[in-house]
C-alpha cells in the first residue's frame, strides 16, 4: 500500500498548489477532474458527465425544496420579443448590454462559397427576439392571463432553463455566456405575502448551501446599487471563498410592482377593487458548482461533501492475481449490497486497465468522500483501508464494522467540511473602523469586512472605486449598533460586510 | 350524488367532440386541461405547471431507464457556430432552413424612440451562431479531444436541453419552434456496437412508450428518404393516434462515421491502428405529451395513464356544513396516510371556493385516475365512492378496502388502457394488395396500411403525392413474406408500414 500511496503523491502533484496561484489551481482543478471545459463556443462550457452528475444532486435537492414549499415547475419561451424585452426599463437597462439577438430564422447555401452556407437575408424577423437573460418579461406577459382575481393568487412557479448573458470576461462555472440556473417566479396579492415569499426562498437558499454544500453563508440585502435591475429589494446569501474573496451563491428579489405595472397585471382584490400583483424572482445556478470547488477544494483536488457527492464510497481492489481479484469481489460484493441497503451511493472500480495508484489519485481529484482498499493482506486480516477524503486520514476498520462504520462518518465529514470552512469564514471576518486599516485588511488578511457605511452610494461606489471592495450585504438577523462610516466619517446605523468578490 | 354528475356532464360538454373536429378536440382540451399554451413568441408554447408534471414524470422514468442502460447526462452549448454547424453536409443541409440565428450580442438605447431599445450595430458576431436545432456538430467536436484511443470509448452520454427548429406550421407539442428533449450522443470503437446501441435505444423508448404511455409502437426502421438528416440508419417507434393518423414516437440514429469524419475525430483501435469513431443519436420530446393526449383522451378530456399521472387518486369531501367536513377531513387523514404509505400520489381537494360538481369536472378534463368521493351517506355506511377516469364506471367501496382496491385497480387501468390502444390499432391496421383500396381504406378507414413496396424512392414519394400517405417504417422483427408492390406491381420483399402522420 505504501507504494501506492507515493504513486499517488507524485500524480497529485500536477495541480498547481493554491497557494501560488487561486485561479490557476481552480481552472486546473475543474478540467483535470473531469467536471467542465470551454467549448467552441465563446464564453460557453460543455458540463462534463461528472460535473453534470454533482449538479444533478443539487437540482434534485433543490427541486424537491422548492417542491415543499409549495412551488411547481414550468416551462416558458428562450426567445423575448425585444418589445416586451424593454417593457420594464430598469431590467431592460440593466440586461441590454449582454444580450445575444436572434435577427433571422433561416440559412442559405452561400453561393459564393460551394459546401457552405449564410443567412439568409430574406429571412430576416420582423422583430428580434433576445435569448433570455432572465424570464421576468416574458412570464409577467404570460402572467396577465392568467390573473384575474385574487383567487387566481399566488402564482408560485419555477423554472429549471438555460439562459444567455454575453459576459466579456468569462470562467468555467463562474461566469459564463449561456448558464443553467432555476429561476423562481412568483405572483401575490399583497406587498406583504410577496416579501415574505422573497425571505422565504433566500431561506431556502441558506439552508441547501449549508445544509448540502456544507457551505456556510450570509443572508443579507444588497444595498440598492447591487440590486437586480428591476427590483425593490434584494435577498442574498453570500459565502466566503478560500482566497478570501466573496462570492454571491444565490439572490432573492422583491419586485414590488414594477413588472406587473409594466405588462399590466391587475386582479380584483378580496374587496372587489382592481390592484396590480405582487411579485418576486429568486435564482441559484451552476455558479455554485464554482462555490462548492472554492469553499472545500484542496491543492489535491474537489472535496465533496458526501451529501452532494454522485459517488460517496468507491472500492478499490489491491490485487497481482485473477485469483486474488475474484476473492476480493467477492468481498465486496456483500459490502456493496449492504452499504446500498443504507442508500448509499457505491462504485467498486475493477477496471483492469488501470493500476490501483491512478485511480486513487482520480478519485482524490474527483473528491469522492471516502474510499475503501481491500488487498491481499486485508483478506487474510478480514480488515478493509478506509481513506477519509476531506482531511486524507486513513484507519483500518474490521470488515463486519465498516459499514456501519461508513454511515456515522459520512455524518461526520459533512459536519466537519461545513465546520471548517465556518472557522476559516470566522476567522476571515474583521471588525475594521478606519479606511487606513480597511485597505490593509482587505490587501494583506483578505475576507469579510465588517465596517459601518454612511448610507450612500456615493460613499459605496468611492470605496469600490479605491479599494474593489463592494457592500456584499447587510445582514439580516442581526442587531445593528450604529457607529461613524468607516469612510466618510458620518452617522452610520449598522455595521455591513464589504469584501471582494467573484 | 346524482344531481353533481348532471352538473358534470354539462359542464364537459364544452369540449368539442373527437368526432366533430378531432384537432378542434385537441387544441382546446391542452389549453382546458392546463397543459400548455401558446406565448407571445411565435410558435413557442409555455408549459403550464400541470402539463409540465406530467413531462417530469415522463423525464424521470427515461432518465431511470438510460442509467440502467450505462448512460450518463452533460450539457452543451446552445449554440453552434455557422462553420461547425455546417461540417457534416448531409445535417447541415437537413436543418438549414429552419435555424434560428445570433447575430449581435447586444442592444443599445434607440435614439429615436425614446425608453426603446435597438440592435447595436457594432456588436455584431464576427461568425453568426445557430441555436442548436439537434446536437451533433457541437457534440461530435468536442468527442474530438475526448477520444484519443479504444479506451476512451464507448462514451454514452444523454442530454436534457432545449432546441429550435423554425417550423412555419406550428402545433402545442405536436410541432413548436422551441421544445424540450433528450438527445443521446454516443461513440463507439465498432460498427456493430454503434448499430447495437441505437437499436437498444430504439427498445428502451418502446418500453417506455407502452409501459408507462400505455401506447403501443412499432418498432421499426426508416426509409432511406425518411432517416434523419445524417445518419446511415434510421430505428423508431410509431403510434397510431384516435383519428387514424401515426406519429413518430422516437427515433434511434445509427450515424455510421459520417459525424467522426467531417468533425475528424480518430481513434487507435486495439490493433494499434487509426480508425474514425462510431456514433449514434437518439431522441425523444415534448411531443410525446401529444401522442399521449391522442392516445387515450376521451370527449370528457384528458386520460391519464396511472403510471404517468402526477396526482394518481383525488378525493373530493361532499358536505353541507363544516361539521360535515370536519368528520370526512378525519377519515380522509387516515385514507391518504395509507395510501401513500403503498406509493400512490395523492390529492385532498378540500377547497371552498370550487363546489364538488366543479371539482369533478376539473379532474375529468385533467385526466386524474381515479376519484374518490366522500359524503354524509359515505360516512353513515363507512364508504367511498370510487370512480374509474378510464371507463367513467363507478363503485362504492367499503372504507376499509378502498386502499388494498386502489393498488390493483390502478395496474388493471393501466393494462387495460393499453389494450384498449392496441385493440384499436389492430383494428386500424389493414393489409391492402391494390392501389385502389389503399386510396379507400386510407380516406374511409384510416390507420395503418400493411402493403408490399418495391424499394424505390420514385414509388415512395407518387404513394406521397397521391394520397399524403408516407412509409412509417419497415417493422422489425416480424417474418418478411414476398409479393408485388402496391403501386408499381414490382417484386417486393415484405411489406411496410403506411399512414398519414403527423
Redesign the interface.
Known sequence: MHNICAKLHNMSKNLTPRSEDYSKWYNELVVRADMA?N???RG??????YG??IW?KMQAELDRMFKETGH???????????S???AE?KN?EGF??????????????DPDHE???R?DPEAKLEE????RPTSEA?IW??YR?WIQSY?DLPIL?NQW??V?R?EMRTRLFLRTA?F?WQEGHTAHATEKEAMDEAELMNNVYAKFAEGFMAMPVIKGLKTPSERFAGAEETFCIEALMQDGKALQAGTSHFLGQNFAKAFDVKFTNRDGKQDYVWATSWGVSTRLMGALIMTHGDDRGLVLPPNLAPIQVVIVPIYRSEEQLKAISEVVDGLQSELRASGLTVKYDDRD?HRPGAKFAQYELQGIPIRLAIGPKDMENGTVELARRDNLTKEIVPLNEVSARIEGLLTEIQETMFQSALDFREEHTTEVDDFQTFKNVLENKTGFISAHWDGTSETEDKIKELTKATIRCIPLYEVGQPGKCVYSGKPSERRVLFARAY
Open positions: 471545459e467549448s467552441a463556443v460557453c462550457m460543455v458540463i462534463k458527465p453534470f452528475a444533478e411547481q415547475n414550468a416551462y416558458f419561451p428562450l426567445f423575448i420579443p425585444k416586451l424585452f424593454e426599463e431592460a441590454a448590454k449582454e444580450c445575444a439577438v436572434v435577427t433571422h430564422y433561416r440559412l442559405e447555401n459546401g457552405k452556407l443567412v428580434e427576439l433576445v435569448v416574458i406577459n404570460t392571463n383567487r412557479v432553463a438555460n444567455v454575453w449561456e443553467l486497465t
